[in-house]
Each structure stands twice: as C-alpha cells, then as structure tokens.
C-alpha cells in the first residue's frame, strides 16, 4: 500500500481500478541537416492542422451533446493557442536555428513558456500552464504519429490517472462512468477542476512521481478533500473508504432533503445563500445545490487563453446566459480582476514593482476605459433581461467609487443615445477587500447600493502575508483576531446604514466558520456550490445564540491559534456528524 500526496482539486471519494490515459510524450534531441530545415518546419505545420481538426471534432461532439458551452470555448481557447506566436514562431526559430527536429523544437519552446508560467504567483493564471501542457503534448503526438488517447475500453467506475487532463476528458469520461481522477500536473484552478467539480466528481491533482508506483488495474483510492490518493489500499484502509463514503452518501441525501428549504436558523433567522461561479455550466448544479442567487461571478474566463478581446456582444450573450440559467434568481457579476500576476494574452498591463498592489482589478480597469466601458455596456444591456448587479473589485476608497459611478452613468447615456436596451438602474456595489475599504465601509455606503466582503484580499493585504509565499504562509489565518475585528466592523458599519452586506470569500464557504460569521452579524454569504448544502445544513440546526456567544468567547481571545481551538471544538461537539474526526 502506498499514499501519493497531492492538491485537492475535486472534493469527494472515490474507489475503482486505475485506468491509465496517455502519457507525457518522450523527446530526444535530433540533429538534422540544413536542406531538411523546410521538410521539418512543414511537418509541424502538418502537425498543427492535424491538432487543429482533431480538436475542431472534438468541439463539435460537445456541441452536439451539451450545446456551445464553456467546455466548447476552453477547447476555442486551446485551438487559438495552436497561432500562439510563443509557440509556433519559437518552434520554427529553434528548428531553423539550431537545425534540429521539429519534435525537439517544440519541446524546448514549450519548456521556455512553462519557465514563465512557473514564475506566476498567482494559483489560477500559473495552472495555465496545464493547458499549454496539453496542447504541446497533442502536437508531439501528432509529429510522432501517435494517437490521442482515446476514451474506449475504460472500465465504468475507473480511477483515470494521467499527465494530465482537459476539460472534455473530465467531461466525457463522467459521462462514461468514471468514479475519479488524479493527475500528475493540473491543480485546484485547473480548468479540468473546475469541470470536475461541476460534475462533482473527485479529483486530486499535482502527484508527482506517481509513474514510479502505479499501473492499470491496479485498486485506488481518490480522496479530493484530503488531496490523497492511496494505491493498493489494504482491507483495513478499504473497510474504513467504505465506511466514510456510506457516511457521505446518507449526509448527502440528508442534505439533499432541505434543497428547497431555506437557510433559517431554528429561530427563523434567515441567511441568503448564494454561489460563486466562472462557468456557465456551474449555474445548473448551483441551483440543484439550492443557490438563492449568484453573488460572485468572475467575469475574467472570458479573456484568459486568447490572443484577441471579448466583444461586447459575447459578453452581453454570455451575462444573458447566466440570468436566464438561474430562472430570475439574481446574479452579481464582479468587473475584470486582471492585473497583478493575472496577465491575459490579448492586453498588456504594466507590472510595476510590486503587482500584488499595482496595477489591478478596478484599477486596471479605470486605466483602460475602453475594456472597461464595453464590460459596462454588456452588463446594462443584460440587465434589461433579468436581474443582475455589478460589483467592482478592489475598491479602496470613495473617490474611487465616485469614478466608477460616472464611467457607469455615462455608459447608460451611450446606450441610450445608441437606442439600445437596457437598465440604468443596476445596482452597484464595492467588494471590501482592502483594509482602507473596511476602515470607511460607511462611507462606502453612500456611494453603493451593496457591499461584499472578498476574505481572500482582505486577509491578505490585512496581515501583509502573500498566501501563495510558502515562507509566510503560516501568517494567513482567517480567523486571526484583526480579520474578525474587521468583518464585525465592516458588517456594523453597513447595518447602521442600512445597506446589504455579504460576504463571498473562501471563508464564507467552511462550514467550521458558519457560526462565526453569524455571530458577527452576516446574513448573506456567498460559496462554491457544492459548499452550499453543509452551510444550510449547519444553519437550519443552529439557534442565533449559539453562534452569538460562541463569539463573545472567541472576540476575547489574543491569538488565532486559540481562536481556531475554540472554534472546532464547539463545531465538532455541536455537531459530530458533520466534523468528525476523519473530515
């Protein structure tokens, strides 16, 4: 028996026969001659087309099956990437060059794009690198004369391991019956995690070395909660996956009892809960998951992983998609968050000295007015189809806001001059993630119809500890007491001004902290949807005085250490089905 560590990139569990799909293509260097540089440079071009159909196929399987999704446009995304300038135009410099083979070429440049990719700090824009994985292992096939790995002959149930994964993978093999996945590259805002927790299938990303252990039909045990793969489990280990996964199905189906059931505490207070989503395809399952609405959708997929910008009219579709998906739910679409280390192909951002608090999110987007005007006229337009709010992130101060409102109301004049549909009306509100934001939250007040905490920032730039920085890590605590000090006074500030005010950060979606963001006075929060049915689950066995003095005890306290003992104590005790000792 033997564990494999990895990321959780999927919550769930999963036993099955491993099934192995492809590998990563090996290269050796191959010298050639001068007069076969043109008969080298026209087999990657042929290798390109080739790639190029195969994916084309592939797109319009999808569409015959799910329509013209967000799987359909990653796959568009992949088939741009085979134009990308830094991978095709390197290749044919290498290959005339160094006069080497097209094979060894297109290995080196996708070695110097994953050199840049690996410097990026922020998790969801270095992952991309996954994507770029992909698509150079799919030309090498092609230039080899190999064939893609194929779905045919896995066994329903299986345990797919592989190099890595793409977003169809995750997709058709759910539907073929796959129970789980693992793979070597990837990580937890991988585009295929994000499919497969959609699907809500398990998936552990980032073990490494697992070549060394492993083969096809072999047991397998995947654990995305734990970030844990186990190989060969002995029975002991198997009596024990059983065990928990009988305890996660009958919570399951307990939990999916009290779907259309509010989020009320036993003394009828009522908690709004909604979902954080970047695809279309998460809409559907956050709705059977119970979403009151969509208080966080990030609006960057749209122009990440292309060399050309979203047109208003692609930004209009894909907002009305959302509204129409979640059947007059409302949905809160959070402006561009790019800059920092978040650098899209198809805009250029100065970086500065330091990007974490450079040139970013609101601030980016005030600087580029013409991105930021066409995301505005998309959003108004959309609005006249269904009920949707804008929400700006990163917002520091008033006259910032006070910006925002002009470029907003300027924009409705345009589109009323252009005799275009649309709401002037929209809501608007400030994400609190700054701590200048959280000093002045009544002054923000008077310049947005709503405010939303963002944890994830706010904790950061709160204890200037980078979450990515291994060296600081240990620093980023949501529970450390200046954190708690600013929610309760974020969330008062907004009370006394009568201005709604939710919270939409990681920590809104731990069911641990249900009762601490209660007690502080919060009564909309906004998660990953498979997160929502614990939080209801927690809430609708909870009476507000629980939560209420399980903060008085915890606001006393001097560190977060004994704040987070406190805090899993009472949950676990409160509540042991859902926290035992093995969750």
Known sequence: MIRLAGVGASPGLAMGVAHFLGGRVEVQERRIFADEVDQELRRFEDALARSDAQLRRIQQQIAEQVGDGQEYRILEAHRMMLADVHLVEETGKIIRGDQVSAEWALRRALDQIQVVFASIEDPYFRERRSDIDMIGERILRNLLGMTPPGYEGVPKGAVVFAHDLSPADITQLGRAGVSGFFTEGGGRTSHAALVARALGLPMVAGVRDFTKHIRTGMTVIVDGGRGEVILEPDFGIQERFADRAARDLVQAERLAKAREAPAATLDNVRVQLAANVELLEEIPVSVELGADSVGLFRTEFLYL?????PTEEEQYQHAVAALRAMEGRSVIFRTLDLGGDKMPTSVRIPTGNNPALGLRSIRYSLWRRDLFRSQLRAFYRAAAVGPLRIMFPLISGVAE???????????????????????????????IETPSAAMITDLL??????????????????????????????????????????????????????????????????????????????????????????????????RLGEAEKLVEEIITLRTEDEIEEVVNRTMKQRFPLEFTEES
């Not at 009762?515 to 909309?524: E, I, K, P």
């Open 445 to 542: 007040c008077d310049e947005c119809e709503f405010l939303s905490i963002g944890t994830n920032d706010l904790i950061q730039y709160a204890l200037a500890a980078d979450r990515q920085d291994e060296n600081v890590g240990y620093l980023y605590h949501p529970l450390h007491p200046a954190i708690l000090r600013f929610i309760r006074a974020v969330v008062k500030a907004a009370d006394q001004c009568g201005k709604p005010i939710a919270m939409c950060g990681d920590m809104a979606g731990d069911p641990r902290f249900s009762w601490v963001l209660l007690g502080l006075g919060l009564r909309s929060l906004s998660m990953a949807p498979r997160q929502i049915p614990m939080v209801k689950s927690i809430i609708r066995s909870t």
């Open 401 to 431: 806001m006070r910006v925002v409102r002009e470029v907003c109301a300027d924009v409705c004049q345009e589109l009323a001059r252009d005799g275009l549909e649309h709401d002037a009306k929209v809501p608007l509100g400030a994400m």
């Open 305 to 309: 992983e292309r060399s050309t910008l």
